[in-house]
């Protein structure tokens, strides 16, 4: 699940689309934050994660990481919202459940700050998945 907090607004709700790279460990990203009323874009969050997987098809590691603001005339593979905001990536969410118990994982953030993209950060899916069988392959 992801989440997404913009500086002096808080949590926002956001539109967004996960696609596959040129590499077929390399998946991008594109998030649309906005406020419900509003319901119109703020830009685009772009990002990129990479991952890690054993032979068999399990998920180990990976990064994600928020790519930098597009510049003059530049239309893809940057990030159009120009202010702070961080996403995190926590456990999964499963219906039925009133509270969200992920105090046995440490959420990965990611953000933009004041001097740009924050360095990648590193994701331990195999901790992440660990209490679902969304880590189990199906062969």
Not at 4 to 10: D, E, L, P, R, S
Not at 34 to 44: C, I, L, Q, S, Y
Request: overall charge negative.
């Amino acid at each position: 699940m992801i989440r997404y907090w913009v500086a002096g607004f808080g949590l926002l709700d956001w539109k967004g689309a996960i696609f596959r790279g040129t590499d077929p460990y390399t998946y991008r990203f594109n998030i649309f934050p906005f406020e419900g009323a509003r319901n119109t874009p703020w830009g685009r969050v772009a990002g990129e994660i990479q991952l890690s997987w054993t032979p068999e098809g399990k998920l180990t590691t990976g990064t994600w990481r928020v790519l930098p603001l597009c510049i003059q005339g530049q239309e893809l593979g940057c990030t159009t919202l120009n202010t702070s905001f961080a996403v995190s990536m926590i456990t999964p969410v499963f219906g039925g459940v009133e509270q969200h118990d992920n105090s046995d994982y440490d959420r990965t953030v990611i953000g933009f700050g004041e001097t740009g993209p924050e360095p990648a950060v590193t994701v331990d899916f195999e901790k992440m998945l660990s209490k679902t069988t969304w880590n189990t392959p199906p062969f």
